[in-house]
């Protein structure tokens, strides 16, 4: 079992940067492949980057470039830094664990783009 717990969202203008962090617990957290999705009022919940036990990384390409998804095995966590933010970058952004058939999800931490 493991428990996520995303932290970093909020408020910012257009251009600006956010750093989210995902904090898990109970298992072993570098097996798991991590990921953050983001969901918009009325969309689907989509990747928006994910990064491998081993360290590998892709991103969707609307972020590529402006997005980094990092994780701290010692620190059981993961990282998503987003600059050069645009309004439609606004969502809430969902913390995932995937593992061979479990996949987990955190509460969601809302991010909000506007002057």
């Known amino acids: 079992q493991v428990q996520l717990v995303e932290s970093g969202g909020g408020l910012v203008q257009p251009g600006g940067s956010l750093r989210l962090s995902c904090a898990a617990s109970?298992?072993?957290?570098?097996?798991?492949?991590m990921g953050w999705y983001r969901q918009a009022p009325g969309k689907q919940r989509d990747l928006v980057a994910a990064?491998?036990?081993?360290?590998?990384?892709n991103y969707a390409d609307s972020v590529k470039g402006r997005f980094t998804i990092s994780r701290d095995n010692a620190q059981k966590t993961v990282y998503l830094q987003m600059n050069s933010l645009k309004p439609e970058d606004t969502a809430v952004y969902y913390c995932?664990?995937?593992?061979?058939?479990?996949?987990?999800w955190g509460q969601g931490t809302q991010v909000t783009v506007s002057s």
């Open positions: 995932n664990a995937k593992f061979p058939g479990v996949s987990y």
């Open positions: 109970g298992s072993i957290f570098s097996i798991y492949v």
């Open positions: 990064i491998s036990s081993g360290g590998s990384t």
